[in-house]
């Protein structure tokens, strides 16, 4: 969700200045791209806990995100349910 904000700014037509506008399509791909990385690497992926300036309650839509990235659905929900409780040290 830490680049949503700014795609939906850009799927409404809001204006920003040509420099920033470029640096963060460029900072989207680059997100995206990192994203498959760690996947093809096995690294664990949480969701919500870099939101930006989203509210929480829409912390859900990383998993739809996640998928879309390329991450199997039901690894998706493994991230933000058991992969949390291994961190946090709650499962065995």
């Known amino acids: 969700m830490a680049i949503q904000g ?3 700014k850009f799927d ?3 204006y920003m200045p040509p420099a920033i ?3 963060a399509h460029a900072a989207i791909a680059a997100i995206h791209i990192t994203f498959q990385k760690a996947l ?3 690294r664990k992926n949480r969701p ?3 939101r ?7 912390n859900a839509e990383e998993f739809h995100q996640m998928v879309d990235l390329g991450m199997k659905p039901v ?6 349910t058991s992969s949390d409780a291994e961190l946090l040290g709650a499962c065995r």
């Open 6 to 8: 700014i795609q939906e």
């Open 12 to 14: 409404r037509g809001v």
């Open 21 to 23: 506008e470029a640096k």
């Open 40 to 42: 093809v690497q096995r």
């Open 48 to 50: 919500g806990h870099r």
């Open 52 to 58: 930006g300036r989203l509210s929480a309650r829409r």
């Open 75 to 80: 690894d998706a929900l493994k991230a933000g």
